[in-house]
């Protein structure tokens, strides 16, 4: 369902209506560009700060004209999803003058890529939902009472206080000589109205903000209490005023309240969109997305209030605003999926899992919604957001088939997706996979990278040759003269200091050096925090982690590194699937720290409210098919176990070689 400003408060009455009840939701969105400056494009060793500082900096100054939402609620009766898909198209019309009126960038490539699949922009800038922020719609309403306030009238529930008292009056503006003609002509056109017993208002013709402050004030000065002045705007967006007879004195003061609440009312409206961010956010479903770090920080930032300066005051706001947030393609690039993945696209991804030994779920769609019959709505907010919610329902399901007795449907609310929750997917980061919004986030060790300068002609094949005694290198372009380097093989970055020389139109730098030489002193602590790799430890698990953390809260916390968690989820899975015993969701990796959580929706044995349990018979019936299935992969998950065990209990300089998969 398209949603502009015109059908706007017939969908929010059916998001109203169905959000509470639903399992899940799922979003997206499209925006006007996504990197205005090439010092703000992402690098494969970011750190988590660093690459929070690229996104707000290069990227929020664009704008998401497009967002998808898709409600998934589940029938126990049926064993079915009925969806209800919406397409927003939002864009940030001012209410008035005193409105904020934001300035935003557009980046050529990215408008190209929204026409070529069918992007409305006349639907845009017409019928555009119009939005603000709490902080912009609360700061407006102050001015409209403090206005009223001024000309007398009674603020409703308001104690007097400093806002909203008559500001001291400057004294009267004296009239130009080139305005008095104008101003007399108004006089005496006022004049005939009130002698007039036939018509009781007069409208003016449109003039320009001046000339309406002199009107106010011959108005207020020559007639007093016997004419009510109001500025309206036509439908070209002019100005005028008009003049309408006062019967009494307390007819012009409830004609002024009436003003005031309509004002007030205009405001409500304006708030537009943010209005069913706000309703996602006190229904606390969960809310899942694609790659979805730009559309949360956008989200946040054009809906909610302004993006902090720092990651950490990002997490808590993301988790005040969603407080559960699932990234598909996070669930894709980890173990069990990403045996059976080649390609984490979403298109692709949403290809891929409707074959074996995947089961897509049945899902209808609500009536008076039109279907998605095929992928020509791709890139389509509101298709998106479709695509991405069955791509979670499938991968969720699957997860069931590692109980036992094996489910055919894992709920949103079940412990088994805690490894998964509030993980966002970091792009082109090679060793950090995802942003932890719960917590600390992941700290590999970057002893084998180094940071290299160089002229401006050298090219990938001059740094390979470089580094060619320590064999395979990876290179992160920071610049024209400057690079990461990462070897594969870790264990001969010792080597590297002793044997490359320090040439004449280069340098090379341990990652860690050129690390502290990069920050200021003041912040060298908290940067060590980030990009120092963990001390060399006895090998823990995450829940032993967990456990130390909360019993030796004063000792420096031990973290894991990425190949150590997603070796752990693997040796986890795979362990199960041999022995077919269910799943211990304490001890799978990225389980977020202990720590304050907000209360789950009160949920059913199936893990939704108020959703009728299906016959237990039914559903073993159901799964007869299922475990024959999972009896054809299970070899190839007992395999890949073990190769990931004895890579486990491999002794301390032993080669490893890992293979990153790009998007």
């Known amino acids: 369902m398209d949603v502009t400003r015109k059908n706007f408060k017939e969908a929010l009455g059916v998001i109203s209506s169905v959000l509470n009840d639903s399992s899940f939701v799922a979003i997206d969105g499209e925006f006007t560009g996504l990197h205005y400056d090439s010092r703000y494009m992402p690098n494969a060793f970011d750190t988590p700060e660093e690459r929070y500082q690229k996104l707000r900096q290069g990227s929020v100054d664009f704008l998401l004209v497009q967002f998808g939402l898709c409600i998934f609620k589940y029938n126990g009766k049926s064993s079915k999803y009925t969806v209800y898909p919406f397409n927003f198209y939002v864009f940030p019309t001012p209410l008035n003058r005193h409105a904020p009126d934001p300035r935003f960038l557009c980046q050529s490539s990215s408008i190209d890529f929204l026409v070529s699949h069918n992007f409305d922009f006349n639907k845009l800038f017409r019928e555009g939902i119009p939005y603000l922020t709490s902080n912009s719609a609360r700061t407006m309403r102050e001015e409209i009472l403090q206005k009223y306030a ?277 792009m082109r980061s090679l060793d950090i996979p995802y942003l932890n919004l719960n917590g600390p986030d992941l700290q590999p060790s970057r002893n084998h990278v180094f940071h290299v300068t160089f002229p401006k002609e050298w090219r990938t094949s001059d740094l390979h040759q470089l580094f060619s005694p320590f064999g395979s290198i990876y290179v992160g372009w920071i610049g024209d003269t400057e690079a990461f380097v990462s070897l594969y093989k870790a264990a001969e970055a010792s080597m590297v200091m002793k044997t490359i020389k320090k040439g004449e139109n280069y340098t090379v730098t341990p990652y860690k050096n050129f690390k502290r030489g990069v920050y200021p002193e003041d912040n060298a602590e908290k940067e060590r925090k980030i990009v120092s790799p963990p001390q060399e430890e006895k090998s823990l698990t995450v829940a032993e982690m967990d456990k130390a953390n909360i019993e030796e809260p004063g000792k420096r916390k031990r973290r894991i590194s990425s190949l150590e968690a997603d070796a752990e989820v693997a040796v986890l899975m795979g362990t199960v699937a041999k022995r077919k015993k269910p799943m211990d969701p304490t001890v799978a990796p990225f389980v977020s720290r202990k720590g304050v959580k907000p209360p789950l929706p009160e949920v059913t044995e199936e893990g939704d409210p108020g959703v009728e349990i299906e016959d237990k018979d039914k559903v073993k019936e159901k799964h007869e098919d299922k475990v024959k299935e999972k009896d054809e992969v299970e070899s190839e998950h007992i395999g890949t176990s073990k190769k990931v065990e004895e890579e486990i209990d491999n002794k301390e300089g032993k080669k490893r070689k890992l293979t990153y998969r790009r998007n």
């Open 150 to 426: 001024g000309q007398g009238v009674t603020i409703p529930n308001k104690e007097p206080s400093p806002a909203f008292r008559t500001p001291q009056a400057k004294g009267p503006i004296i009239i130009p000589d080139e305005h008095k003609e104008f101003i007399n002509q108004i006089v005496a056109k006022t004049e005939q109205l009130l002698k007039n017993n036939d018509r009781t208002s007069l409208q003016l013709d449109p003039c320009n903000g001046f000339q309406r402050k002199l009107i106010y004030q011959t108005m207020e000065t020559k007639f007093q209490t016997k004419l009510i002045v109001e500025t309206k705007t036509g439908e070209k967006k002019e100005r005028y005023i008009e003049i309408t007879k006062a019967t009494s004195e307390e007819d012009k003061r409830k004609r002024d309240e009436l003003k005031m609440q309509a004002d007030l009312d205009e405001i409500d409206d304006a708030i537009g969109f943010s209005k069913v961010i706000d309703m996602i956010s006190e229904s606390g479903r969960l809310v899942v997305g694609h790659n979805m770090i730009l559309d949360l920080m956008h989200t946040l930032d054009q809906f909610s209030c302004r993006l902090p300066d720092n990651l950490i005051e990002f997490k808590n706001m993301s988790h005040c605003v969603f407080h559960r947030v699932v990234d598909t393609k996070v669930m894709a690039s980890t173990h069990p999926f990403k045996e059976f993945i080649m390609n984490s696209a979403l298109n692709d991804l949403h290809s891929r899992l409707q074959d074996n030994p995947f089961v897509p779920p049945s899902i209808e769609m609500a009536s008076n919604f039109n279907g998605y019959k095929t992928a020509e709505n791709y890139h389509e907010a509101g298709y998106d957001a479709f695509i991405t919610g069955q791509c979670f329902a499938i991968m969720a399901n699957f997860l069931g088939t590692f109980m036992d007795p094996p489910k055919h449907r894992v709920s949103p609310s079940s412990q088994f997706l805690e490894p998964f929750m509030n993980k966002i997917h970091l």
